[in-house]
């Protein structure tokens, strides 16, 4: 009597596109405190021992088991392209540099950020001649001793 198969249990999480907020995860099912969500196995496993350089892929867990394969030949001094690694992919290219700050309008360079003086105090206020500003950033002048006369 052939032991009849219990159909697989419904995954747990499920990729759904949300309107306005893209790809998400959803719930199938409740969730028990301590329960593992997602795993992954790993897709390359290097030998401990330097006898090849190749990596070798790890069986998936839901395809049949195959027999273990036989070791791998020496290397040869003739490379056939059968016989060689595929090649790595190449790296992404870097992100691209910032712009310089003459390019942003509201910013400036830091050679030209200078830090605010500190206003004289009042006792040094009172120990100066009087001067009139003239504006902000123009230096101040001294008064003259005696104002000319208005015609």
Do not use: C, N, W
Request: glycine share 2%; hydrophobic share 25%.
């Amino acid at each position: 009597m052939a032991a009849a198969s219990s159909p697989p249990p419904p995954p747990l999480v499920q990729v759904v596109d949300l309107p306005g907020r893209g790809r998400s995860l959803i719930a199938t099912r409740h969730i028990k405190p301590g329960e593992i969500l997602l795993s992954d196995s790993p897709l390359f496993l290097y030998p401990s021992s330097p006898a090849t350089s190749e990596p070798t892929t790890t069986p998936d867990s839901s395809a049949p088991p195959t027999p273990s394969p036989s070791p791998p030949p020496p290397p040869s001094t003739s490379s056939s392209p059968s016989t060689q690694a595929p090649p790595l992919p190449s790296p992404p290219p870097p992100p691209p540099s910032p712009l310089p700050y003459r390019h942003h309008p509201r910013r400036r360079p830091l050679q030209r950020i200078r830090p605010r003086r500190r206003p004289p105090s009042r006792e040094r206020l009172r120990d100066q001649p009087p001067r009139l500003l003239l504006h902000p950033r123009l230096p101040p002048q001294r008064l003259p001793l005696r104002l000319p006369r208005p015609r």
